[in-house]
T-cell receptor, first 114, second 113 residues
Framework: QQQVKQSPQSLIVQKGGISIINCAYENTAFDYFPWYQQFPGKGPALLIAIRPDVSEKKEGRFTISFNKSAKQFSLHIMDSQPGDSATYFCAASKRGSTLGRLYFGRGTQLTVWP | AAGVIQSPRHLIKEKRETATLKCYPIPRHDTVYWYQQGPGQDPQFLISFYEKMQSDKGSIPDRFSAQQFSDYHSELNMSSLELGDSALYFC????????????FGPGTRLTVT
């Protein structure tokens, strides 16, 4: 059972456009929501993350929007560039004795056309 | 900045053989996680260690075992390898009592023939 649902599966955006990827979760115990960027054959790289006590976090061209009541969060990539073409994974974790294993969404393959 | 180191980067084994994957966390990180990623799949959690003790266990087959050593490096031992074990294996590390952020290594690509 996928604990974090991610959409779309693939996304094509023109250079300079906005890329939007959405995720939803059910487990209200989750308290940390990171986004990872992965290039083929490489390890996932932490891009940006948010805690549920804030509704938005921005780092450069990347913004996470978080809706606690709807149990949804999304990644916005402004001014998308060809170098942003990669697979993006949302994830969630909860603290406690297990120390936060990550539950990943199925990933979104982003292609940015020049 | 120092990153997570994994070795070997590539490994080819035959069915029923054994394999050992090694992970060296970022300096001062005391928590290690192992994930398995099949082709076109999301990473799946296998097992984690905090301060040399197993802290959580996921969908890790009984044929696999792991441990964390006194220098915090970790090894994933895989026995009786099956074709379905072919995947990318990632190690991630964090400062367990203080941080949520997990930093991933470059992975080990295991191919079982």
């Amino acid at each position: 059972q996928q604990q974090v649902k991610q959409s779309p599966q693939s996304l094509i955006v023109q250079k300079g456009g906005i890329s939007i990827i959405n995720c939803a979760y059910e487990n209200t115990a989750f308290d940390y929501f990171p986004w990872y960027q992965q290039f083929p054959g490489k390890g996932p790289a932490l891009l940006i993350a948010i805690r549920p006590d804030v509704s938005e976090k921005k780092e450069g061209r990347f913004t996470i929007s978080f809706n606690k009541s709807a149990k949804q969060f999304s990644l916005h990539i402004m001014d998308s560039q060809p170098g942003d073409s990669a697979t993006y994974f949302c994830a969630a974790s909860k603290r406690g004795s297990t120390l936060g294993r990550l539950y990943f969404g199925r990933g979104t393959q982003l292609t940015v056309w020049p | 900045a120092a990153g997570v180191i994994q070795s070997p980067r590539h490994l080819i084994k035959e069915k029923r053989e054994t394999a050992t994957l090694k992970c060296y966390p970022i300096p001062r990180h005391d928590t290690v996680y192992w994930y398995q990623q099949g082709p076109g799949q999301d990473p799946q959690f296998l097992i984690s260690f905090y301060e040399k003790m197993q802290s959580d266990k996921g969908s890790i087959p009984d044929r696999f075992s792991a441990q964390q050593f006194s220098d915090y490096h970790s090894e994933l031992n895989m026995s009786s390898l099956e074709l379905g074990d072919s995947a990318l294996y990632f190690c991630a590390s964090t400062l367990g009592g203080y941080s949520y952020e997990q930093y991933f290594g470059p992975g080990t690509r295991l191919t079982v023939t």
